[in-house]
């Protein structure tokens, strides 16, 4: 049975509603108010499951007033109700599950309690989860569930949920609003630097409609994963709190950082290709140039002074990165012929081959 507070300056709206629930069935209405201020001052006691509160109301705005009720009921999910389009906008930036328009219908209700129910259901699997995986010490099982997250950004995008799971995106600009408030390590970005990286070629008012709504589809996937605070909002900027997402950028920047020869082998494996090379999204071009300069030329330090097996490996990703460097050519033919591998040797000469024949093309 679901618990649920209706708030609305408006009577009507609140019986209408209320009758509504109870044709749907399952749900218990565990308070109804008028007034903004004794909804908030009351709502803790009353232990709702889900608050539908409504924005245009005189004094408090329901929007303001969904901040103060998310503060004294943590476990509650708000859905807002307007009789304006426009704010559903503002609805999603306030982390919402959803919204309804007036006069409510009941097929909309129906979905936002089953969108509210998919919810439930997700936090106590993985409540389940983690319980039979045996909390430590001192331990809850809430906080065991809330397992990190992978992300591979090097090649292509892949981000990866409890136990190995692939996530999957709703939208390809879903995975790119994803990515690029990753790529801001935590640094607040303004909505209208969000609008020219994403959609630098749609009109202002479409623009903030489509970002609202990957907006809303990013906080609804992480709040499935278990992060429902993992985008914040405040004074026009958004901004992500990163720290349960591991990244392989991150770590091959550690390992470069490390500087140890005896890292070489996991330095190769991370490289699987450049920044987001896949997506080939414009405003991570310079990150990739970046990242990829500094690479090369760690391998070029490193290669120094390599064991001659992880020498030859090294060689050969920096001509994979750079085909055109004739030093890094004549490094590895001389470390190849010194090793007598003829198989290797030839590979090198059908590079070469292959390199020159571009270059006549071009020219």
């Given amino acids: 049975m679901i618990r649920a507070l209706l708030i609305d300056d408006e009577e009507i709206a609140l019986d209408v509603l209320e009758i509504l629930l109870r044709e749907i069935g399952d749900v218990e209405v565990v308070g109804k108010y008028s007034k903004v201020s004794l909804a908030v001052e009351e ?32 476990e509650a999910e708000i859905v807002f109700v307007t009789a304006y389009h426009q704010y559903a906008l503002e609805a999603f930036e306030k982390n919402a599950i959803g919204y309804l328009l007036k006069p409510v219908a009941k097929d909309r209700l129906r979905k936002a309690l089953g969108r509210y129910e998919a919810l439930r259901t997700r936090a106590a699997r993985r409540a389940d989860s983690a319980a039979e995986g045996g909390a430590g010490p001192g331990e809850s099982a809430p906080a065991a569930a809330r397992q990190e997250l992978s992300l591979r950004v090097m090649g292509s995008l892949e981000l990866y949920g409890g136990e190995g799971r692939l996530v999957t995106w709703r939208t390809r600009k879903t995975k790119e609003l994803f990515a690029y408030l990753w790529s801001h390590g935590g640094k607040p970005v303004y909505r209208y630097h969000i609008l020219d990286h994403l959609w630098p070629d749609v009109d202002s008012e479409r623009a903030k409609s489509l970002f609202h709504t990957t907006l809303y589809n990013v906080r609804n996937l992480l709040r499935t994963e278990g992060f429902p605070d993992m ?42 290709g450049d920044f987001l090379e896949t997506e080939h999204y414009d405003w991570a071009e310079s990150r990739r140039i970046e990242l990829k300069t500094a690479y090369i030329r760690h391998l070029d330090r490193l290669s120094e002074t390599a064991d001659a097996s992880v020498k030859e490996r090294l060689l050969w990703k920096l001509l994979e990165l750079d085909p055109y460097r004739s030093d890094v050519y004549e490094r590895l033919r001389l470390l190849l012929g010194e090793s007598r591998d003829a198989v290797s040797v030839r590979k090198l000469e059908e590079w070469k081959r292959q390199m020159e024949g571009e270059l006549a093309e071009e020219s």
Avoid: Q
């Fill in 43 to 74: 709502a803790a006691k009353l232990r709702p499951d889900l608050i539908f509160l409504d924005i245009e109301m005189p004094g408090t705005s329901g929007l303001v007033a969904g901040e103060l009720l998310s503060a004294r009921c943590p």
């Fill in 231 to 272: 985008v914040a909002f405040g004074d026009e900027r958004y901004w992500m709190n990163a720290d349960h997402v591991t990244s392989d950028a991150e770590r091959l920047n550690a390992v470069m950082r490390g500087g140890d020869g005896g890292d070489a082998n996991e330095l190769l494996e991370l490289y699987r």
